[in-house]
């Protein structure tokens, strides 16, 4: 029974966030055909990657 009423805080991060109430992003969408706005990738400590089409990109 511990932590009833919390658990909402344990869900997935949100990949948006409200900023002076307005919607900011934060992941970075896939861009490559088939995707686009809407597919997140996974943000990694060196790369993105996404999940749906299998790209990935270095950051610089
Ligand atoms: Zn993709």
Same mark, same amino acid.
């Given at each position: 029974m511990a932590g009833s009423g919390e658990n909402? #805080? #344990?869900? %997935?991060?949100? %990949?948006y966030a409200i900023e002076d109430g307005k919607l900011v992003r934060n992941g970075e969408v896939c861009l490559q055909p088939g995707c686009g706005p809407g597919v997140f990738m996974a943000v990694h400590k060196d790369r993105k990657h996404c999940g749906r089409c299998g790209y990935s990109e270095k950051n610089e």
């Open positions: 909402w #805080k #344990k869900a %997935k991060p949100s %990949k």
